[in-house]
């Protein structure tokens, strides 16, 4: 809508205004009418959307009845360590591993209990891992002990799951 207004027609500033707020009204009116058209159109088409999903067919059926399953699995890894007056029972803490296929290699951390001297004392180990599907080699480090040797050991695991 296009209005060309000769500014020479009006003889004061008073009717101008007056023409000018006319113009506004009839503008506002007409937007005002194009929003309400675009708002009611849009709830239309969600209504009618809505409307065609829920009256569509199923062509498979599926059973209405649903049966809850347990699943009991052991998750992690458990492993026997070996070495110089010392056994330890390691299980899986967190690793980082890289994957080959079926191989795993990385290092990783093992709660343990290490047997040594009749005495069993748990202790964190920290190991590489060479992993092949769910058999693994492990090498713990144990520390130092009280005369200050190192404690190694070597061992093999199963990973479950």
């Not at 062509?59 to 209405?64: A, D, E």
């Not at 399953?69 to 029972?89: P, Q, W």
Request: glycine fraction near 8%.
């Amino acid at each position: 809508m296009e209005i060309r207004v000769n500014l020479r027609q009006f003889t004061n500033y008073f009717e101008l205004r007056q023409q000018i707020a006319s113009f506004l009204a009839m503008t506002e009116i007409k937007m005002k009418k194009i929003l309400q058209f675009i708002c009611i159109g849009t709830a239309m088409l969600f209504v009618d959307a809505s409307a065609f999903a829920q009256n569509q067919t199923e062509t498979t059926s599926v059973p209405t009845e649903t049966k809850t399953k347990i699943d009991f699995t052991l998750e992690g890894m458990i492993a026997v360590s070996f070495g110089d007056g010392i056994v330890g029972i390691n299980v899986g803490g967190p690793s980082l591993k890289l994957k080959m296929k079926n191989f795993k290699i990385g290092v990783g951390a093992f709660p343990s209990l290490i047997i040594m001297d009749g005495k069993a004392t748990p202790r964190l180990a920290v190991s590489p891992i060479l992993e092949y599907k769910k058999w693994l080699l492990i090498a713990p480090y144990y520390g130092y002990d009280s005369k200050d040797n190192m404690l190694w050991t070597f061992g093999i695991g199963y990973k479950f799951k």
